[in-house]
């Protein structure tokens, strides 16, 4: 009988298999680069939010390192949240500095989420402190109340 491949007793064949898949991978991939994408994807900000319910309201905090009040603006119209600004580069227009790693990312945002029916912004508000921007939406107690009809038989 003819072997394509012949066992050999000195080579453990998982380590062999698990090579040679480690090879195969390593081929598929050698022109992909992860360090070139996150630099090539690094310019874009896109600031991370979290959002919690608590009884008689909703914290929406979102995370703004590096910028000013003046950066951003925050609306809401047809049940849409908006946050949206803009992140600069922070070197000065003509420096000469040569960067050698730039792992800050900058550029325009824009985050939108649609809120649940029953709001009150006028009892809302907004409080921008140390990078982070908590938006307190309360609830609107009227709508969020059950109501029960009196059913009449006559």
Do not use: C
């Not at 309201?57 to 390192?65: A, N, Q």
């Amino acid at each position: 009988m003819r072997y394509l491949w012949k066992p050999n007793t000195n080579v453990d064949s998982r380590n062999f298999l698990d090579t040679r898949f480690q090879s195969l991978v390593d081929d598929l991939f050698k022109d992909f680069s992860l360090e070139q994408w996150q630099q090539k994807n690094a310019s874009r900000f896109v600031p991370k939010i979290n959002v919690m319910e608590r009884e008689h309201e909703y914290v929406i905090t979102t995370e703004l390192p590096g910028l000013e009040e003046k950066d951003f603006e925050v609306s809401m119209e047809d049940g849409v949240l908006r946050i949206k600004g803009e992140k600069r580069h922070h070197f000065e227009e003509g420096d000469k500095a040569t960067s050698y790693r730039y792992e800050s990312s900058y550029g325009a945002f824009e985050r939108a989420l649609t809120l649940p029916e029953g709001i009150d912004l006028e009892k809302s508000k907004a409080q921008f402190k140390n990078g982070l921007l908590t938006l307190t939406i309360a609830k609107n107690k009227a709508e969020s109340k059950v109501h029960k009809f009196k059913i009449d038989t006559h």
